[in-house]
DNA sequence: TGTACATCAGTGAACGCGCGTTCACTGATGTAC
DNA sequence: TGTACATCAGTGAACGCGCGTTCACTGATGTAC
């Protein structure tokens, strides 16, 4: 018991504002932003209904603090998924939409709000840093690909906004069921087989094949 | 006068249910769709708060209403776009990208909601047969590229598909300024630069370049 | 042409609900002495 | 070791607001006769 520092009913939390975040997650996993209220995340941190505010001001800061969270993950998620990634370069961007497509499906909460700038404080300092991270990430291997041979005259920097667009198109009609109704494969490799189709290596005009 | 059926104050309106469809479309442009309620449709449309669940029900019959519709207008946008376009099959998935985001762009309302099942009844006749036009369209597009050398030997549902995905994260990253603050170019021009950076025509070792 | 009647689009008052916000408060903690 | 005090995380009652929904109603329309 004393390894409980305060008995139910007491005020003193300790990390009240990590289980709140949670709970904001939790709430976002199962129903989205738009049933997010700063009362029911306090109802499922079972706290006071006045807590959250104390902690994040409003419903703004409370998204913003759990999307800077997101891409963290995001950029950790991606990190363990591309490194020491050893194939060729065009395999390479199929592993990235992969891997951004399996993120998105294994944190829906977190991928919901990371890219809804409206629903945020946007230019939040720590948000636009783990924001920019994420994208370094993403950037830095599509320029190992390009090192690799892949387009290697082309822009890194546009290169990489339209790999993670593609990516991100992927992604979010995947997770909205989108490339369902339309009879596409929605597993991983079906993700990888999309992207695979626009940049994979094929001959551009059959008569011109060896 | 006479010309005018009705005077101020008389509830038989004619067409209420396009006139509070067109104020719906106008506070998803302005606010999106967070911001939609019955009740500020009704007080744009200057109408009793009850009119609104007359015709629709509710709001996701309001909102599946206004996404078929945007459907019908993405559907003419597009086939508008891309008729006749007579260039080299290279220049097709670039101008494909750019009417797209043009469309995102000229009507954010619309595209707010065509995507996003969650917010409407997704199982909708109408709304699932415009939504289905539209990818038809697209598709028939690919389909024209593919005759026209584009990747010949590659399915064409699958490349209809991953066209759709690449055009759609560009647009949606465009909107939401995702594009504008990672530096990118966010004319047009710069939309169907971020599609060719993919598929454009480049000799993927310059090394093997004639 | 005139009357009676069914239909139905739209009204407006009333309801209960969940929300964010405010505010006086409680009580555990840490520090000064 | 003991006392006094400032701090501050969290409480809970109260507020006003906008919402969707209900419901009895009004009055224009179209049809029957």
Redesign the pocket.
């Known amino acids: 018991m004393s390894s409980k520092?305060?008995a139910v009913?007491?005020?003193?939390?300790?990390d009240?504002?990590g289980v709140l975040l949670a709970a904001a997650v939790g709430l976002l996993d199962e129903a989205g932003p738009e049933r997010l209220?700063?009362?029911?995340v306090?109802r499922r941190a079972g706290?006071?209904?006045?807590?959250p505010?104390?902690?994040f001001g409003?419903?703004a800061g409370l998204l913003t603090a759990a999307a800077t969270d997101g891409f963290a993950l995001f950029d950790r998620h991606l990190t363990r998924a591309l490194a020491g990634s050893g194939g060729a370069p065009i395999e390479q961007l199929p592993l990235l939409a992969r891997a951004y497509a399996d993120f998105a499906a294994r944190h829906p909460g977190h991928f919901a709000i990371m890219f809804r700038p409206a629903l945020l404080r946007a230019d939040d300092p720590d948000l636009t840093a783990a924001g920019d991270a994420a994208f370094e990430t993403l950037r830095a291997h599509v320029q190992r690909c390009q090192r690799a041979g892949w387009r290697p005259t082309v822009d890194n920097q546009l290169l990489a906004a339209a790999s993670w667009a593609l990516a991100h198109g992927i992604s979010v009609l995947r997770t909205q069921g989108s490339l369902a109704r339309h009879g596409r494969d929605t597993s991983l490799a079906g993700v990888a087989a999309l992207a695979e189709a626009i940049i994979g290596d094929q001959p551009r005009d059959p008569t011109a094949a060896a």
Chains 1, 2 share one sequence.
Do not use: I, K, N, W
Request: glycine share 8%.
């Open positions: 520092r305060r009913g007491e005020h003193f939390h300790g009240l504002r209220s700063l009362r029911e306090a706290v006071s209904h006045a807590a505010a104390h902690h409003d419903r």
